[in-house]
């Protein structure tokens, strides 16, 4: 059975930094575009990053480029989302969500994406 699974959130403070993962099960994750998205409580899901299956391209939302840097180990099956210089806005639910495409078009178009994870809650809070 296919899966996603997040790990690393937490509660920081304003400006401290976290990393989370996105652990890919019973597929092969260098075939697949992964892409992360948040939900804030009141707020619809946004786009946050997504990388190509060879992680060559990238792409980031407006509110985290040069905060955030998403990267992948394909033979570790692991991809990750470095989160500095975090703000209390950042504050979300983050998901990992993988595409059976292997590039980044339409990176936050959320129909695009085939498996979802369930999520790992990021707390952003002084």
């Known amino acids: 059975q296919s899966q996603l699974v997040e790990s690393g959130g937490g509660l920081v403070q304003p400006g401290e930094s976290l990393r989370l993962s996105c652990a890919a099960s019973?597929?092969?994750?260098?075939?697949?575009?992964i892409g992360w998205f948040r939900q804030a409580p009141g707020k619809e899901r946004e786009g946050v990053s997504c990388?190509?299956?060879?992680?060559?391209?990238?792409n980031y939302g407006d509110s985290v480029k040069g905060r955030f840097t998403i990267s992948r180990d394909n033979v570790e099956g692991e991809v990750y989302l470095q989160m500095n210089s975090l703000r209390v806005e950042d504050t979300a639910v983050y998901y990992c969500?993988?595409?059976?495409?292997?590039?980044?078009?339409?990176?936050?178009?959320?129909?695009?994406?085939?498996?979802w994870g369930r999520g790992t809650q990021v707390t952003v809070s002084s």
């Open positions: 969500a993988a595409r059976w495409i292997a590039d980044c078009s339409f990176s936050f178009d959320e129909s695009s994406y085939d498996l």
């Open positions: 990388i190509s299956s060879s992680g060559v391209s990238i």
């Open positions: 019973g597929f092969l994750l260098a075939h697949s575009a």
